[in-house]
Structures are given as structure tokens and as C-alpha cells.
């Protein structure tokens, strides 16, 4: 293990929000109150004291109940969010696929959010019409491609984005409950595709509240309770003692 690439370094992360304690309806009312330092907030705290080492290849379930902080950490690792304290350093590409119709615009056909998406992936055009047709082959929308994006279940849309991410082999893969829109064969469908690139050297963050799922595909899990750690480690016995904890 010790000789194996970290490749997410999680250390004594700290998230920090201000929640407005007082309704505004305006822009205006906001400036004024701004100015005259009469804005309340109240500080919540959504991640407290963070730690742990992700190495390479290795597959790793978020798990605990809403709220937790589960996708705020994925966001904090995908450097959508930064950390108000601590450090995150990650080493490698990332595919995210952390909010459903992240990267896609509702109004443009299939066809065209495929190269929308890919380009935000950071692929080319040359690149993306090349895995064009593996694309729409495995999100199983060739009658659909010239149709907007506004009119697709949220399953269909999830068929998608998984498709694009996964098209290549991304160092780092991070999957937040988008799948448990889709329907059973494609859900097992998205969990093969994913056994493969793990065997492939990929490594997986992945958030569930399927905890058989979680341990059937991952190694290690952290499980968060309203922002704190309340452990790390094995997945079978970070699981076992989540749903102990669950039956109380």
C-alpha cells in the first residue's frame, strides 16, 4: 500500500458557509443593508476536520445520511468549492459527475450537448467526434439525439453524462447518487463499466446510500456524520458499524 501513488490527499479540510439569517427580497434592500453592515449571517459549518489518503486504484464509498457532507467534500476534491482551512491536493484527471445536468444546457439537442459536455471535460472536437458513436451506444439515445435536452427524463440525462465521463479511462472517477435516477439494466450497465476501469488502474469516489452497493464496489469508506468523520477505513467495517448505528 505505502509504495501505491496518492493520488487524493485530504488534510483537516474545513468547509465554511454563511447562511443569511434575515429575508431580503431586493437587490437593493441587500446594497443598503450591505453598506450599512446591517447583514445577519449565521456560520455553518459543512465539513469539520477532514482527513484521509486516497491512493491509486483504489475505490472509495462516501457514505451517511443527507446532510452529512458528502457531496460538499466531492466538490471540495473536484475544486468546485475551496476550503476555508486545511488542504486538498489532487494528482491526476477527474471526471465528476457530481450534479445531474452539470455541464449540459437544456435547451440544445443531445448532439449538441455531447461536444458541449466534452469541451467543459476538457476534450477536443476532433476527440469528441471520434467516441461520437460509443457515446450514444452506450446512453442508448440514438432516437432521441436531435431532440432538446429539456425533454429528457432525468434517467436519460444521467445515461449521458455517465457516457461521455467514462468514455476514456480518467485517473480519478467521482460518481454522487446521479445513477440511482436510472433504471435497473442500465444502473448495472454503469456499475460494469466502472469494475472495468477500476481494473484498470482508475480510482472511484463514490456516493451512495446503497450500502450494498458501496460494498460491493469499493475497498474503503468514510462515513460522515454532519460534517465530522465519525470513522475510516475498511469498507466492510466501516459499513458494518454505519448501519448499527442505523438500526438504533
Not at 489532487?90 to 457530481?98: A, E, K, M, Q, R
Request: negative net charge.
Amino acid at each position: 500500500m505505502e509504495n501505491k501513488k496518492i493520488v487524493v490527499d485530504v488534510d483537516h479540510v474545513k468547509i465554511r458557509f454563511n447562511l443569511s439569517s434575515q429575508k431580503i427580497d431586493n437587490l437593493k434592500e441587500y446594497f443598503a443593508k450591505l453598506v450599512k453592515g446591517e447583514l445577519m449571517f449565521q456560520e455553518f459549518i459543512a465539513l469539520q476536520d477532514v482527513t484521509f489518503r486516497v491512493h491509486k486504484g483504489e475505490a472509495w464509498g462516501l457514505i451517511g445520511a443527507n446532510g452529512a457532507g458528502k457531496s460538499t467534500l466531492l466538490k471540495v476534491i473536484s475544486g468546485i468549492l475551496k476550503p476555508y482551512s486545511g488542504r486538498i491536493a489532487v494528482h491526476g484527471s477527474i471526471s465528476p459527475l457530481i450534479e445531474l445536468g452539470a455541464g449540459f444546457d437544456p435547451e440544445c439537442t443531445a448532439r449538441e450537448n455531447i461536444f458541449l459536455n466534452g469541451c467543459v471535460l476538457g476534450y477536443s472536437i476532433k476527440f469528441m467526434k471520434e467516441h461520437f458513436d460509443e457515446i450514444v451506444e452506450f446512453a442508448e439515445i440514438e432516437q432521441f439525439l436531435d431532440s432538446p435536452l429539456k425533454n429528457f427524463s432525468s434517467g436519460m440525462r444521467a445515461r449521458l453524462g455517465f457516457a461521455i465521463a467514462t468514455m476514456v479511462k480518467p485517473d480519478i472517477l467521482i460518481v454522487d447518487e446521479i445513477l440511482a435516477v436510472g433504471d435497473y439494466k442500465f444502473h448495472q450497465k454503469c456499475e460494469k463499466r466502472m469494475q472495468e476501469l477500476l481494473a484498470n488502474g482508475t480510482t472511484l469516489l463514490y456516493v451512495s446510500h446503497n450500502i450494498n452497493e458501496v460494498r460491493r464496489l469499493c475497498d474503503h469508506a468514510v462515513w460522515l456524520d454532519k460534517g465530522a468523520m465519525r470513522m475510516v477505513g475498511d469498507v466492510q467495517e466501516v459499513c458494518d458499524a454505519y448501519m448499527e448505528e442505523m438500526k438504533k
